[in-house]
């Protein structure tokens, strides 16, 4: 399948583990360990309890500028993300 692909297959699944890790461990250095699956001891994590209630508030995008890009098939599903929103931001 990689030959068939010309890429190889097994580094997408580290790949998006390695994205998580260190984005966790910086969490948990400045706010605190967790205190169960849902619970945080520091004030970060418990001021996000019932996050998902409060108003949602308009914002201004802010402008920038990427560089172009030539072979969409080289792009990470993130980055891809961002081309397409600059496409939309774009048009809009």
């Not at 068939?4 to 400045?30: D, G, S």
């Not at 072979?71 to 081309?83: E, F, G, I, V």
Request: net charge negative; glycine share 6%.
């Amino acid at each position: 399948m990689e030959l068939t692909l010309n890429r190889p297959l097994q580094w997408f699944v580290y790949q998006l583990h390695a994205n998580e890790l260190p984005l966790r461990h910086l969490f948990a250095h400045v706010n605190g360990t967790t205190t169960g699956p849902r619970s945080f001891t520091g004030e970060i994590g418990k001021s996000l309890a019932g996050c998902e209630k409060l108003p949602v508030v308009s914002s201004t995008p802010i402008e920038y500028t990427l560089c172009e890009v030539t072979n969409k098939k080289d792009l990470s599903t993130d980055q891809l993300s961002t081309q397409v929103s600059k496409e939309v931001l774009y048009v809009t």
